[in-house]
């Protein structure tokens, strides 16, 4: 999943670069802890930009127009592996959210509709294995979520009815 969402950022970058009608300047900002580098229009961030540690560590490749966070914004470890994945339009998550821990596993996984929770969110232990399922309907919980052991045995069933808690079972 990550190399299709690199390979889209790419893809994104020669569309973005294609234009050559926008008066553009290159741009890099620095402090303590890091630098950005990309460009503005009309003094508003656009198109890709890149933020690296500093000790030149790709940290972070984001999509801007206008100035707000929209399309693909991945996110590394120091190490180079992703450590999240997302999409945004106008500043807010959009799709799907993931987080992975360093070794590429999954960690944790959310999907949003404009800025809200909408449908499952999974958090897996560091094995790979499912630690919670929730579900949510405009940003809140709604039905049953579920809480797993890492022996994959059911700890704990709630129930919820527009992100009030109706019901809970906790299981020995």
């Keep these: 999943m990550g190399t299709k969402f690199i390979g889209l950022l790419v893809i994104t970058s020669i569309i973005i670069s294609c234009n050559t009608n926008v008066k553009t300047k290159q741009n890099k900002n620095c402090n303590l802890i890091d630098c950005e580098v990309g460009e503005y229009k009309n003094k508003k961030k656009e198109g890709i930009w890149k933020k690296f540690d500093k000790n030149n560590n790709l940290m ?3 999509s801007y127009s206008e100035g707000k966070l929209n399309g693909p914004n991945v996110s590394f470890y ?3 592996s992703i450590y999240s994945t997302g999409n945004y339009i106008n500043d807010k998550p959009h799709g799907n959210l993931t987080l992975y821990f360093e070794d ?3 960690n944790f996984s959310d999907n949003y509709c404009k800025g809200e929770k909408e449908g499952f969110s999974y958090l897996y232990y560091k094995n790979g294995k499912l630690k ?3 579900f949510y309907v ?4 709604e039905g049953e979520q579920y809480e797993f052991k890492e022996n994959e045995d059911t700890m704990k069933i709630e129930y919820y009815k527009k992100g009030l808690l109706k019901n809970e079972k906790i299981f020995e």
């Design 78 to 80: 120091n190490n180079g």
């Design 132 to 134: 919670s399922k929730w």
């Design 138 to 141: 405009k940003g809140k919980r």
């Design 104 to 106: 590429g596993k999954i």
């Design 60 to 62: 972070q490749v984001s």
